[in-house]
Nanobody, 121 residues
């Protein structure tokens, strides 16, 4: 599994971004996929996760109703649609692959390099 996240950028509050995470090894369809974020000086925070079938999806309370995780196993990709962005959403966003549906980052085995999201007020 070789994950690469992209799609970050600078956006005004209230705007939208769509993050993508692709697996060059094309094996991500076997895994639970998660999105996490980490702001400077803070711990890595769970954002959302989705099982390999897409039948079970969890979003953190802080993003529920604004962010949506989805996946396309045919493309070995997972996405995070982020709407109504707030300055507090600013962070480096990471995608991860694991075997367990969980919000605990230590349970994920593979990580992408991260993509910066900055929301201006």
């Amino acid at each position: 599994v070789q994950l690469q996240a992209f799609g970050g950028g600078l956006v005004q509050a209230g705007g939208s971004l769509r993050l993508s995470c692709a697996d060059s090894g094309r094996t991500v369809s076997r895994y639970v996929m998660g999105w996490f974020r980490q702001a400077p000086g803070k711990e890595r925070e769970f954002v959302a996760a989705i099982t390999w079938t897409g039948s079970n999806i969890v979003h953190a309370n802080s993003v529920k109703g604004r962010f949506t995780i989805s996946r396309d196993n045919a493309k070995s990709a997972v996405f995070l649609q982020m709407n109504s962005l707030k300055p507090e959403d600013s962070a480096v966003y990471y995608c991860a692959a694991g075997s367990t549906m969980t919000g605990e980052p230590t349970r994920y085995e593979y990580w992408g390099q991260g993509t910066q999201v900055t929301v201006s007020s």
